[in-house]
T-cell receptor, first 114, second 116 residues
Framework: EPEVTQTPSHQVTQMGQEVILRCVPI?????FYWYRQILGQKVEFLVS????????KSEIFDDQFSVERPDGSNFTLKIRSTKLEDSAMYFC????????????FGQGTRLTVV | AQTVTQSQPEMSVQEAETVTLSCTYD???????LFWYKQPPSRQMILVIR??????QNATENRFSVNFQKAAKSFSLKISDSQLGDAAMYFC?????????????FGKGTRLHILP
């Protein structure tokens, strides 16, 4: 069964460093998302992406964040200068099309900023 | 703005018993989707069940069923014959229909413990 794949599963980085979290959505899906879950808290929406551009972004998604679909298969989330409070689980999700209700989530990348 | 509220941070149930997790939401939309996601210790988000708001019939998936009360804006999850593998964090979630790529809004979650 097709699935959303995220790499790495765990990333440790020093404060101030740039990180790139990678996602491979399901191949025929058109809508892509990043969500974040700080440990013990609820899952929060970061950004949605369609037709090679951002559709919607939350207040969390400030100038330190960017997304890209560089090669038609990968979907990346970049944090330019990480802060301690960026430590969280980051989930990528994809959805097939406008009529499809279900978003499929990846297994997540645990980001630890030290 | 839409909100999702789960008032039970934790619940416990004896194995093989039935448990109901509560969820309420607030929206001014008439058409939307509701979901229950399961997050086991592996942290992956797994869709358990979904409900389209325009459907009056409650969704069921094997041992999982929902009680969807649209007027009350209530969407509870019933797990029958609870199994040890059901132990997880359960998130109630909402998504609008109107926009093509609308985000999912999650509740804070209910941690479910299964007692052997």
């Amino acid at each position: 069964e097709p699935e959303v794949t995220q790499t790495p599963s765990h990333q440790v980085t020093q404060m101030g460093q740039e990180v790139i979290l990678r996602c491979v959505p399901i191949s025929n899906h058109l809508y892509f998302y990043w969500y974040r879950q700080i440990l013990g808290q609820k899952v929060e929406f970061l950004v949605s992406f369609y037709n090679n551009e951002i559709s919607e972004k939350s207040e969390i998604f400030d100038d330190q964040f960017s997304v890209e679909r560089p090669d038609g298969s990968n979907f990346t989330l970049k944090i330019r200068s990480t802060k301690l409070e960026d430590s969280a689980m980051y989930f990528c999700a994809s959805r097939k099309d406008r009529t499809n209700t279900e978003a499929f989530f990846g297994q997540g990348t645990r980001l630890t900023v030290v | 703005a839409q909100t999702v509220t789960q008032s039970q941070p934790e619940m416990s149930v004896q194995e093989a018993e039935t448990v109901t997790l509560s969820c309420t939401y607030d929206t001014s939309e008439s058409d939307y989707y509701l979901f229950w996601y399961k997050q086991p210790p592996s942290r992956q988000m797994i869709l358990v069940i979904r409900q389209e708001a325009y459907k009056q019939q409650n969704a069921t998936e094997n041992r999982f069923s929902v009680n969807f009360q649209k007027a009350a804006k209530s969407f509870s999850l019933k797990i029958s014959d609870s199994q040890l593998g059901d132990a997880a964090m359960y998130f109630c979630a909402y998504r609008r229909v109107m926009n093509r790529d609308d985000k999912i809004i999650f509740g804070k979650g209910t941690r479910l413990h299964i007692l052997p």
